[in-house]
């Protein structure tokens, strides 16, 4: 039965009935960020932030079952990330550009020991706002 039904498709679409279908995604581009960081709570606001704002967020951290947990909860992409290899940056790097075809902004919070403030978290956000905004305006 199903050969039959695949040869009346194929058939179709050889004499002109049936065209591939198109997909939209949606009609205005969304941003992509990729912030790194040993420890889970120093990510979530500001992945929290650029979620709300619509963008799409990947993070890497130490912490695996923290992050998993994250990142099932806030849809962000989560990357399991040893600092001191530099490898692994780089391979999640490399696997985030094939699913998203680019990332807008990379985001190292490795070195920063407190975690952010309110003030700080603002002129993060701000910077990462006017850098991906004079990204587009360059392309």
């Not at 058939?11 to 040993?38: C, Q």
Request: glycine letters at 6%; aromatic letters at 8%; one cysteine or more.
């Amino acid at each position: 039965m199903a050969d039959n039904y695949l040869e009346k498709r194929m058939a179709d679409y050889r004499a002109g009935r049936l065209k591939p279908g198109v997909r939209h995604y949606g009609t205005h581009e969304t941003r992509s960020a990729l912030i790194f960081n040993e420890r889970v709570e120093d990510i979530s606001l500001l992945a929290t932030e650029l979620r709300r704002r619509g963008w799409r967020v990947a993070f890497c951290c130490g912490d695996r079952v923290g992050g998993t947990r994250f990142a099932q909860t806030n849809g962000c992409r989560f990357y399991p990330f040893n600092p001191t290899d530099i490898s692994s940056r780089e391979r999640s790097i490399v696997d985030l550009s094939s699913h998203w075809g680019f990332i807008d902004c990379l985001i190292d919070l490795c070195d920063v020991e407190a975690p952010l403030s309110e003030t700080e978290l603002e002129v993060l956000l701000e910077k990462v706002n006017s850098t991906s905004e004079n990204n587009e305006n360059n392309a």
